[in-house]
């Protein structure tokens, strides 16, 4: 059958400054997870970015065949949650983890197919441009769960309201790109909204070839753990780490074992966004 192709998304080249070109459209980057859904009247699996068959885990999404009626199609988009309006990767994994998704949790934690692209209408649309492609997929009306997103022709002007709103980046494509399935190619671009803040190193952990720094801030006057950054041994801050006086974990909220040293070293760090709990999402050595 058809949902049993063996095709996986189209990935992103990511770059770090935004551009205008005539030759793109741009979209919103929505912070979830990336998911081909296999839809037809009578079957309907959704395969993660991975290959992984996640269907059971979005039982409300099967309502997206009331919408392709008769055809066989295979939508290309991303699983999201909202939290007060706005994406949330750590409310979706709240639920993602869950084993059984019962009517309460879809409820509590309802999820939405925000669906960029179209690769299959009863064939393959893979070798036709994504202009044609979004053609298709016009076709199909947006429901509650299964809305198509918006397309732009300026970058820099999206990008600005995108930081404005504190959303996950943009994602910019050309206009004639036809869809290669696994590959991470440059005519689909992205660029993620980074923010980057000062931390304190009050630790680092080796593991095999590379070590991980442990990153704090105060809060008051009690230091707490927000995250790890992997380094190269060859790095100069791993030097001057090690010549630092050890101490005893100052961290309120970590346990785990590691070489501690006084928090006196600051280093800035880039990241996607800190949790709930205050944790760092992607972070990075600037």
Known sequence: MFNNLKIGPMLLKEVDKVFDDKNYIYEVKFDGIRALIHVSKNSFKIVSRGGKDITENYPELKEIQKVVGNKKVIFDGEIIALDKGKPSFQLLQSRSHLKNISLEIQNKIPVYYM?????????????????ERKKYLDKYPDTDIFIKTKSYDEGKKLFKRVKELN??????????????????????????????????????????????????????????????????????????????????????????????????????????????????RHPALK
């Open 115 to 131: 669906v960029f692209d179209i690769i299959y209408e009863n064939k393959e649309l893979i070798d036709l441009s994504l202009q």
């Open 167 to 280: 959303l996950e980046g943009i994602v910019a494509k050309e206009k004639n790109s036809l869809y290669i399935p696994n590959k991470r190619v440059d005519t689909w671009i992205k660029i993620k909204n980074i923010k980057d803040a000062e931390f304190y190193i009050h630790g680092y952990v080796f593991n095999k070839e590379k070590y991980s720094l442990l990153l704090g801030e105060y809060r008051g006057n009690e230091l707490y753990y927000v995250g790890k950054v992997s380094v190269m041994p060859d790095k100069d801050i791993i030097k001057i780490v090690k010549k630092q006086k050890k101490v005893k974990n100052k961290f309120k909220n970590y346990e785990e074992s590691g070489i501690f040293i006084e928090p006196k070293i600051q280093v800035t760090i880039t990241f996607l966004e800190k949790t709930k709990e205050g944790k760092l």
